[in-house]
């Protein structure tokens, strides 16, 4: 059966088993209705399919009659932050992120250099129907292109120009650092920058080819090369990217993975001890990031605000919000300062501060912070309603007033359990986190069988 699944991520599917060359057009003339044909960026990651779908993009978008500045292969990030500083209308980035090879998507970018909220979905899903029912424009290419080949420069940058980015104790350390860009779209961006810190870089799969030698997501698992590369090198860290660069996994000195999670907490961490006692700006990320980070902004004072999962509903929070810092729990770092959008530069700058500026190694820090063990898994729930199963669930632990925001999630002081229902297939996602990995599964095995019981 044909894969497509839309949302306020954007649209994805496996090459020509639900996502094809009719329906990036039908969403890209969609998109330029929304944004009133005016000035679009595009650009994409480095999958061999995404050059054809983004020439797909640019002949739709200039049948639209839209100003186009085409970015090339690119990180997400800097075509996000492309469309902030150069006063586009929006974006659409040809990426499937950590998807495998088979699979391509466009990922659309408002005129703030954030991925489409809710409301904004529902207004892209509105221009949808309309082009379905009139049909695609036939009208001859007006629009005229742009070729941005300094985008990744520009992105270098805004980075480098961070307050956070102590860019003098980063030469000074001359950290040694082995890269992992999967010959994604960080390929050149993310050496270049650390290159431009004073940092001595070893590249592994950074050709930009879209050739992706192991499985795309930078979860330990995937990073076997890079883990024994590092202590091979004597390096002093290893970072890791997902295919259109966004997150960022972090290997330390001695080969061993910090899990994801702790990307985010090793950059809070840079952002909270530079911050004056007088900062009470708080730190915003998402119901399934690690209460690590609550431990740590405790330290000073400081509150942690959850949204529900997604990083358009992170970034419209540290908006509302004017926080210190935010991102999710997969390896996402998001600072407002440089825009409002995970960027694997910019987490990579905060963390190699923070070694700088401590003079301690990345484990050595590792070792100083809260330390839980999250446990993730799911259920299907095949032929019965998501919705039930979780309004019982929220209903039998209401005392422990449980967050409805997005699923159900159940805190105790030092473990918590996450349900949410999936979008595209019919299984709940189990999240827990506990003191130890013992404590997070025991929690998930107790809560899958008394989701089993309901059914």
Known sequence: MPILI???????????????????????????????????????????????????????????????????????????????????????????SHNPIEWNALKFVGAEGLFLDSEEHKQLQTELSRVKESGLSQAEPAGGVRQLDECIELHIENVLALDLVN??????????????????????????????????????????????VHIPEPLPENLTELRNEVPRQGADIGFATDPDADRLAVIDEFGNPLVEEYTLVLAAYHALRNAAD??????????????????????????????????????????????????????????????????????????????????????????????????????NIQGYQPTDILKTLAEKYASLLPNLEDGVKITWKDRWVHFRASNTEPIVRIFAEGSSQTVAEALVKEFKTEIQNLM
Do not use: W
């Open 6 to 96: 839309s949302g306020i991520s954007g649209v994805r599917g496996i090459i020509d088993d639900g996502f094809d060359t009719g329906v990036v057009e039908v969403y890209t003339q969609a998109f330029a209705q929304l944004m009133d044909s005016g000035r679009i960026v595009i650009a994409q990651d480095s999958r061999p399919s995404g050059k054809m779908f983004k020439g797909v993009v640019e002949k739709t978008l200039r049948r639209m009659g839209c100003e186009i500045i085409d970015c090339g292969i690119c990180p997400t990030p800097t075509a996000q932050l492309m469309v902030k500083d150069l006063n586009a209308r929006g974006g659409i980035i040809v990426t499937a």
């Open 167 to 212: 860019t003098k104790a980063i030469r000074d350390l001359h950290p040694k650092v082995v890269i992992d860009a999967i010959n994604g779209a960080g390929s050149e961006a993310l050496p270049a920058f650390l290159e431009r810190l004073g940092c001595e870089v070893i590249r592994l799969n950074c050709d930009n080819n879209g050739n992706f």
């Open 278 to 379: 007088d900062d009470k700006r708080p730190i915003v990320t998402n119901l399934s990031t690690t209460m690590a980070l609550d431990e740590l902004a405790n330290r000073y004072n400081r509150t942690v605000i959850r949204t529900p999962v997604g990083e358009i509903h992170v970034a419209r929070k540290m908006q509302e919000q004017d926080s210190l810092i935010g991102g999710e729990g997969n390896g996402g770092v998001i600072l407002a300062e440089s825009h409002l959008g995970r960027d694997s530069l910019v987490a990579s700058g905060l963390i190699l501060s923070l070694m700088a500026e401590t003079r301690q190694s990345v484990r050595e820090i590792a070792n100083d912070l809260p330390r839980y063990e999250m446990f993730k898994d799911k259920i």
